[in-house]
């Protein structure tokens, strides 16, 4: 695994990433569609600026994993400066790279950057499997007062 070369995504990117995105929403059940890489290719540079990723590639070039986020900038009050929080909208490591370090060292590279940049709290939706990995890097359980309408 030390090989695996992590950078940020760039525009050259987005189609490794839509593949990533495809595989790991294949995985966890959902239905392929006709065009969904370029779907989510073109979607993702729409908005990469407020999108940051990574991807993780293997010395092939082959993707590894990636790490995909959004960046939420909060407005100044009276009460608080502006801020800046990160949301993980998904991380995700091919099954034969599993079990190595590549999703906490994917987690890692995007802290850092975050914090580099004015983040000061990030965000995830942890899944049962992957509870013990998000607390090493860091994560807790936020507070009581948070609360969400889904539609």
């Known amino acids: 695994m030390s090989s695996i070369r992590i950078t940020r995504a760039t525009a050259e990117d987005a189609f490794a990433l839509a593949a990533l995105v495809l595989r790991a929403d294949l995985e966890r059940g959902a239905s392929g569609r006709t065009g969904f890489i370029d779907e989510y290719a073109d979607a993702w540079l729409a908005e990469r600026d407020r999108r940051p990723a990574?991807?993780?590639?293997?010395?092939?070039?082959?993707?590894?994993?990636?790490?995909?986020?959004s960046v939420v900038r909060r407005l100044p009050s009276l009460r608080r400066p502006a801020s800046s929080?990160?949301?993980?909208?998904?991380?995700?490591?091919?099954?034969?790279?599993?079990?190595?370090?590549?999703?906490?060292?994917?987690?890692?590279?995007?802290?850092?950057?975050?914090?580099?940049?004015?983040?000061?709290?990030?965000?995830?939706?942890?899944?049962?499997?992957?509870?013990?990995?998000?607390?090493?890097?860091?994560?807790?359980?936020?507070?009581?007062?948070?609360?969400?309408?889904?539609?």
């Open 85 to 151: 929080w990160m949301h993980v909208s998904l991380l995700y490591v091919v099954p034969n790279q599993r079990g190595q370090g590549l999703g906490e060292q994917l987690l890692r590279r995007m802290i850092v950057w975050g914090e580099g940049n004015g983040v000061d709290r990030f965000q995830l939706n942890a899944v049962p499997e992957a509870r013990t990995l998000y607390e090493r890097v860091g994560f807790t359980a936020p507070d009581p007062r948070l609360m969400e309408r889904r539609r």
């Open 54 to 69: 990574w991807i993780a590639t293997e010395p092939d070039g082959d993707p590894a994993g990636l790490i995909s986020t």
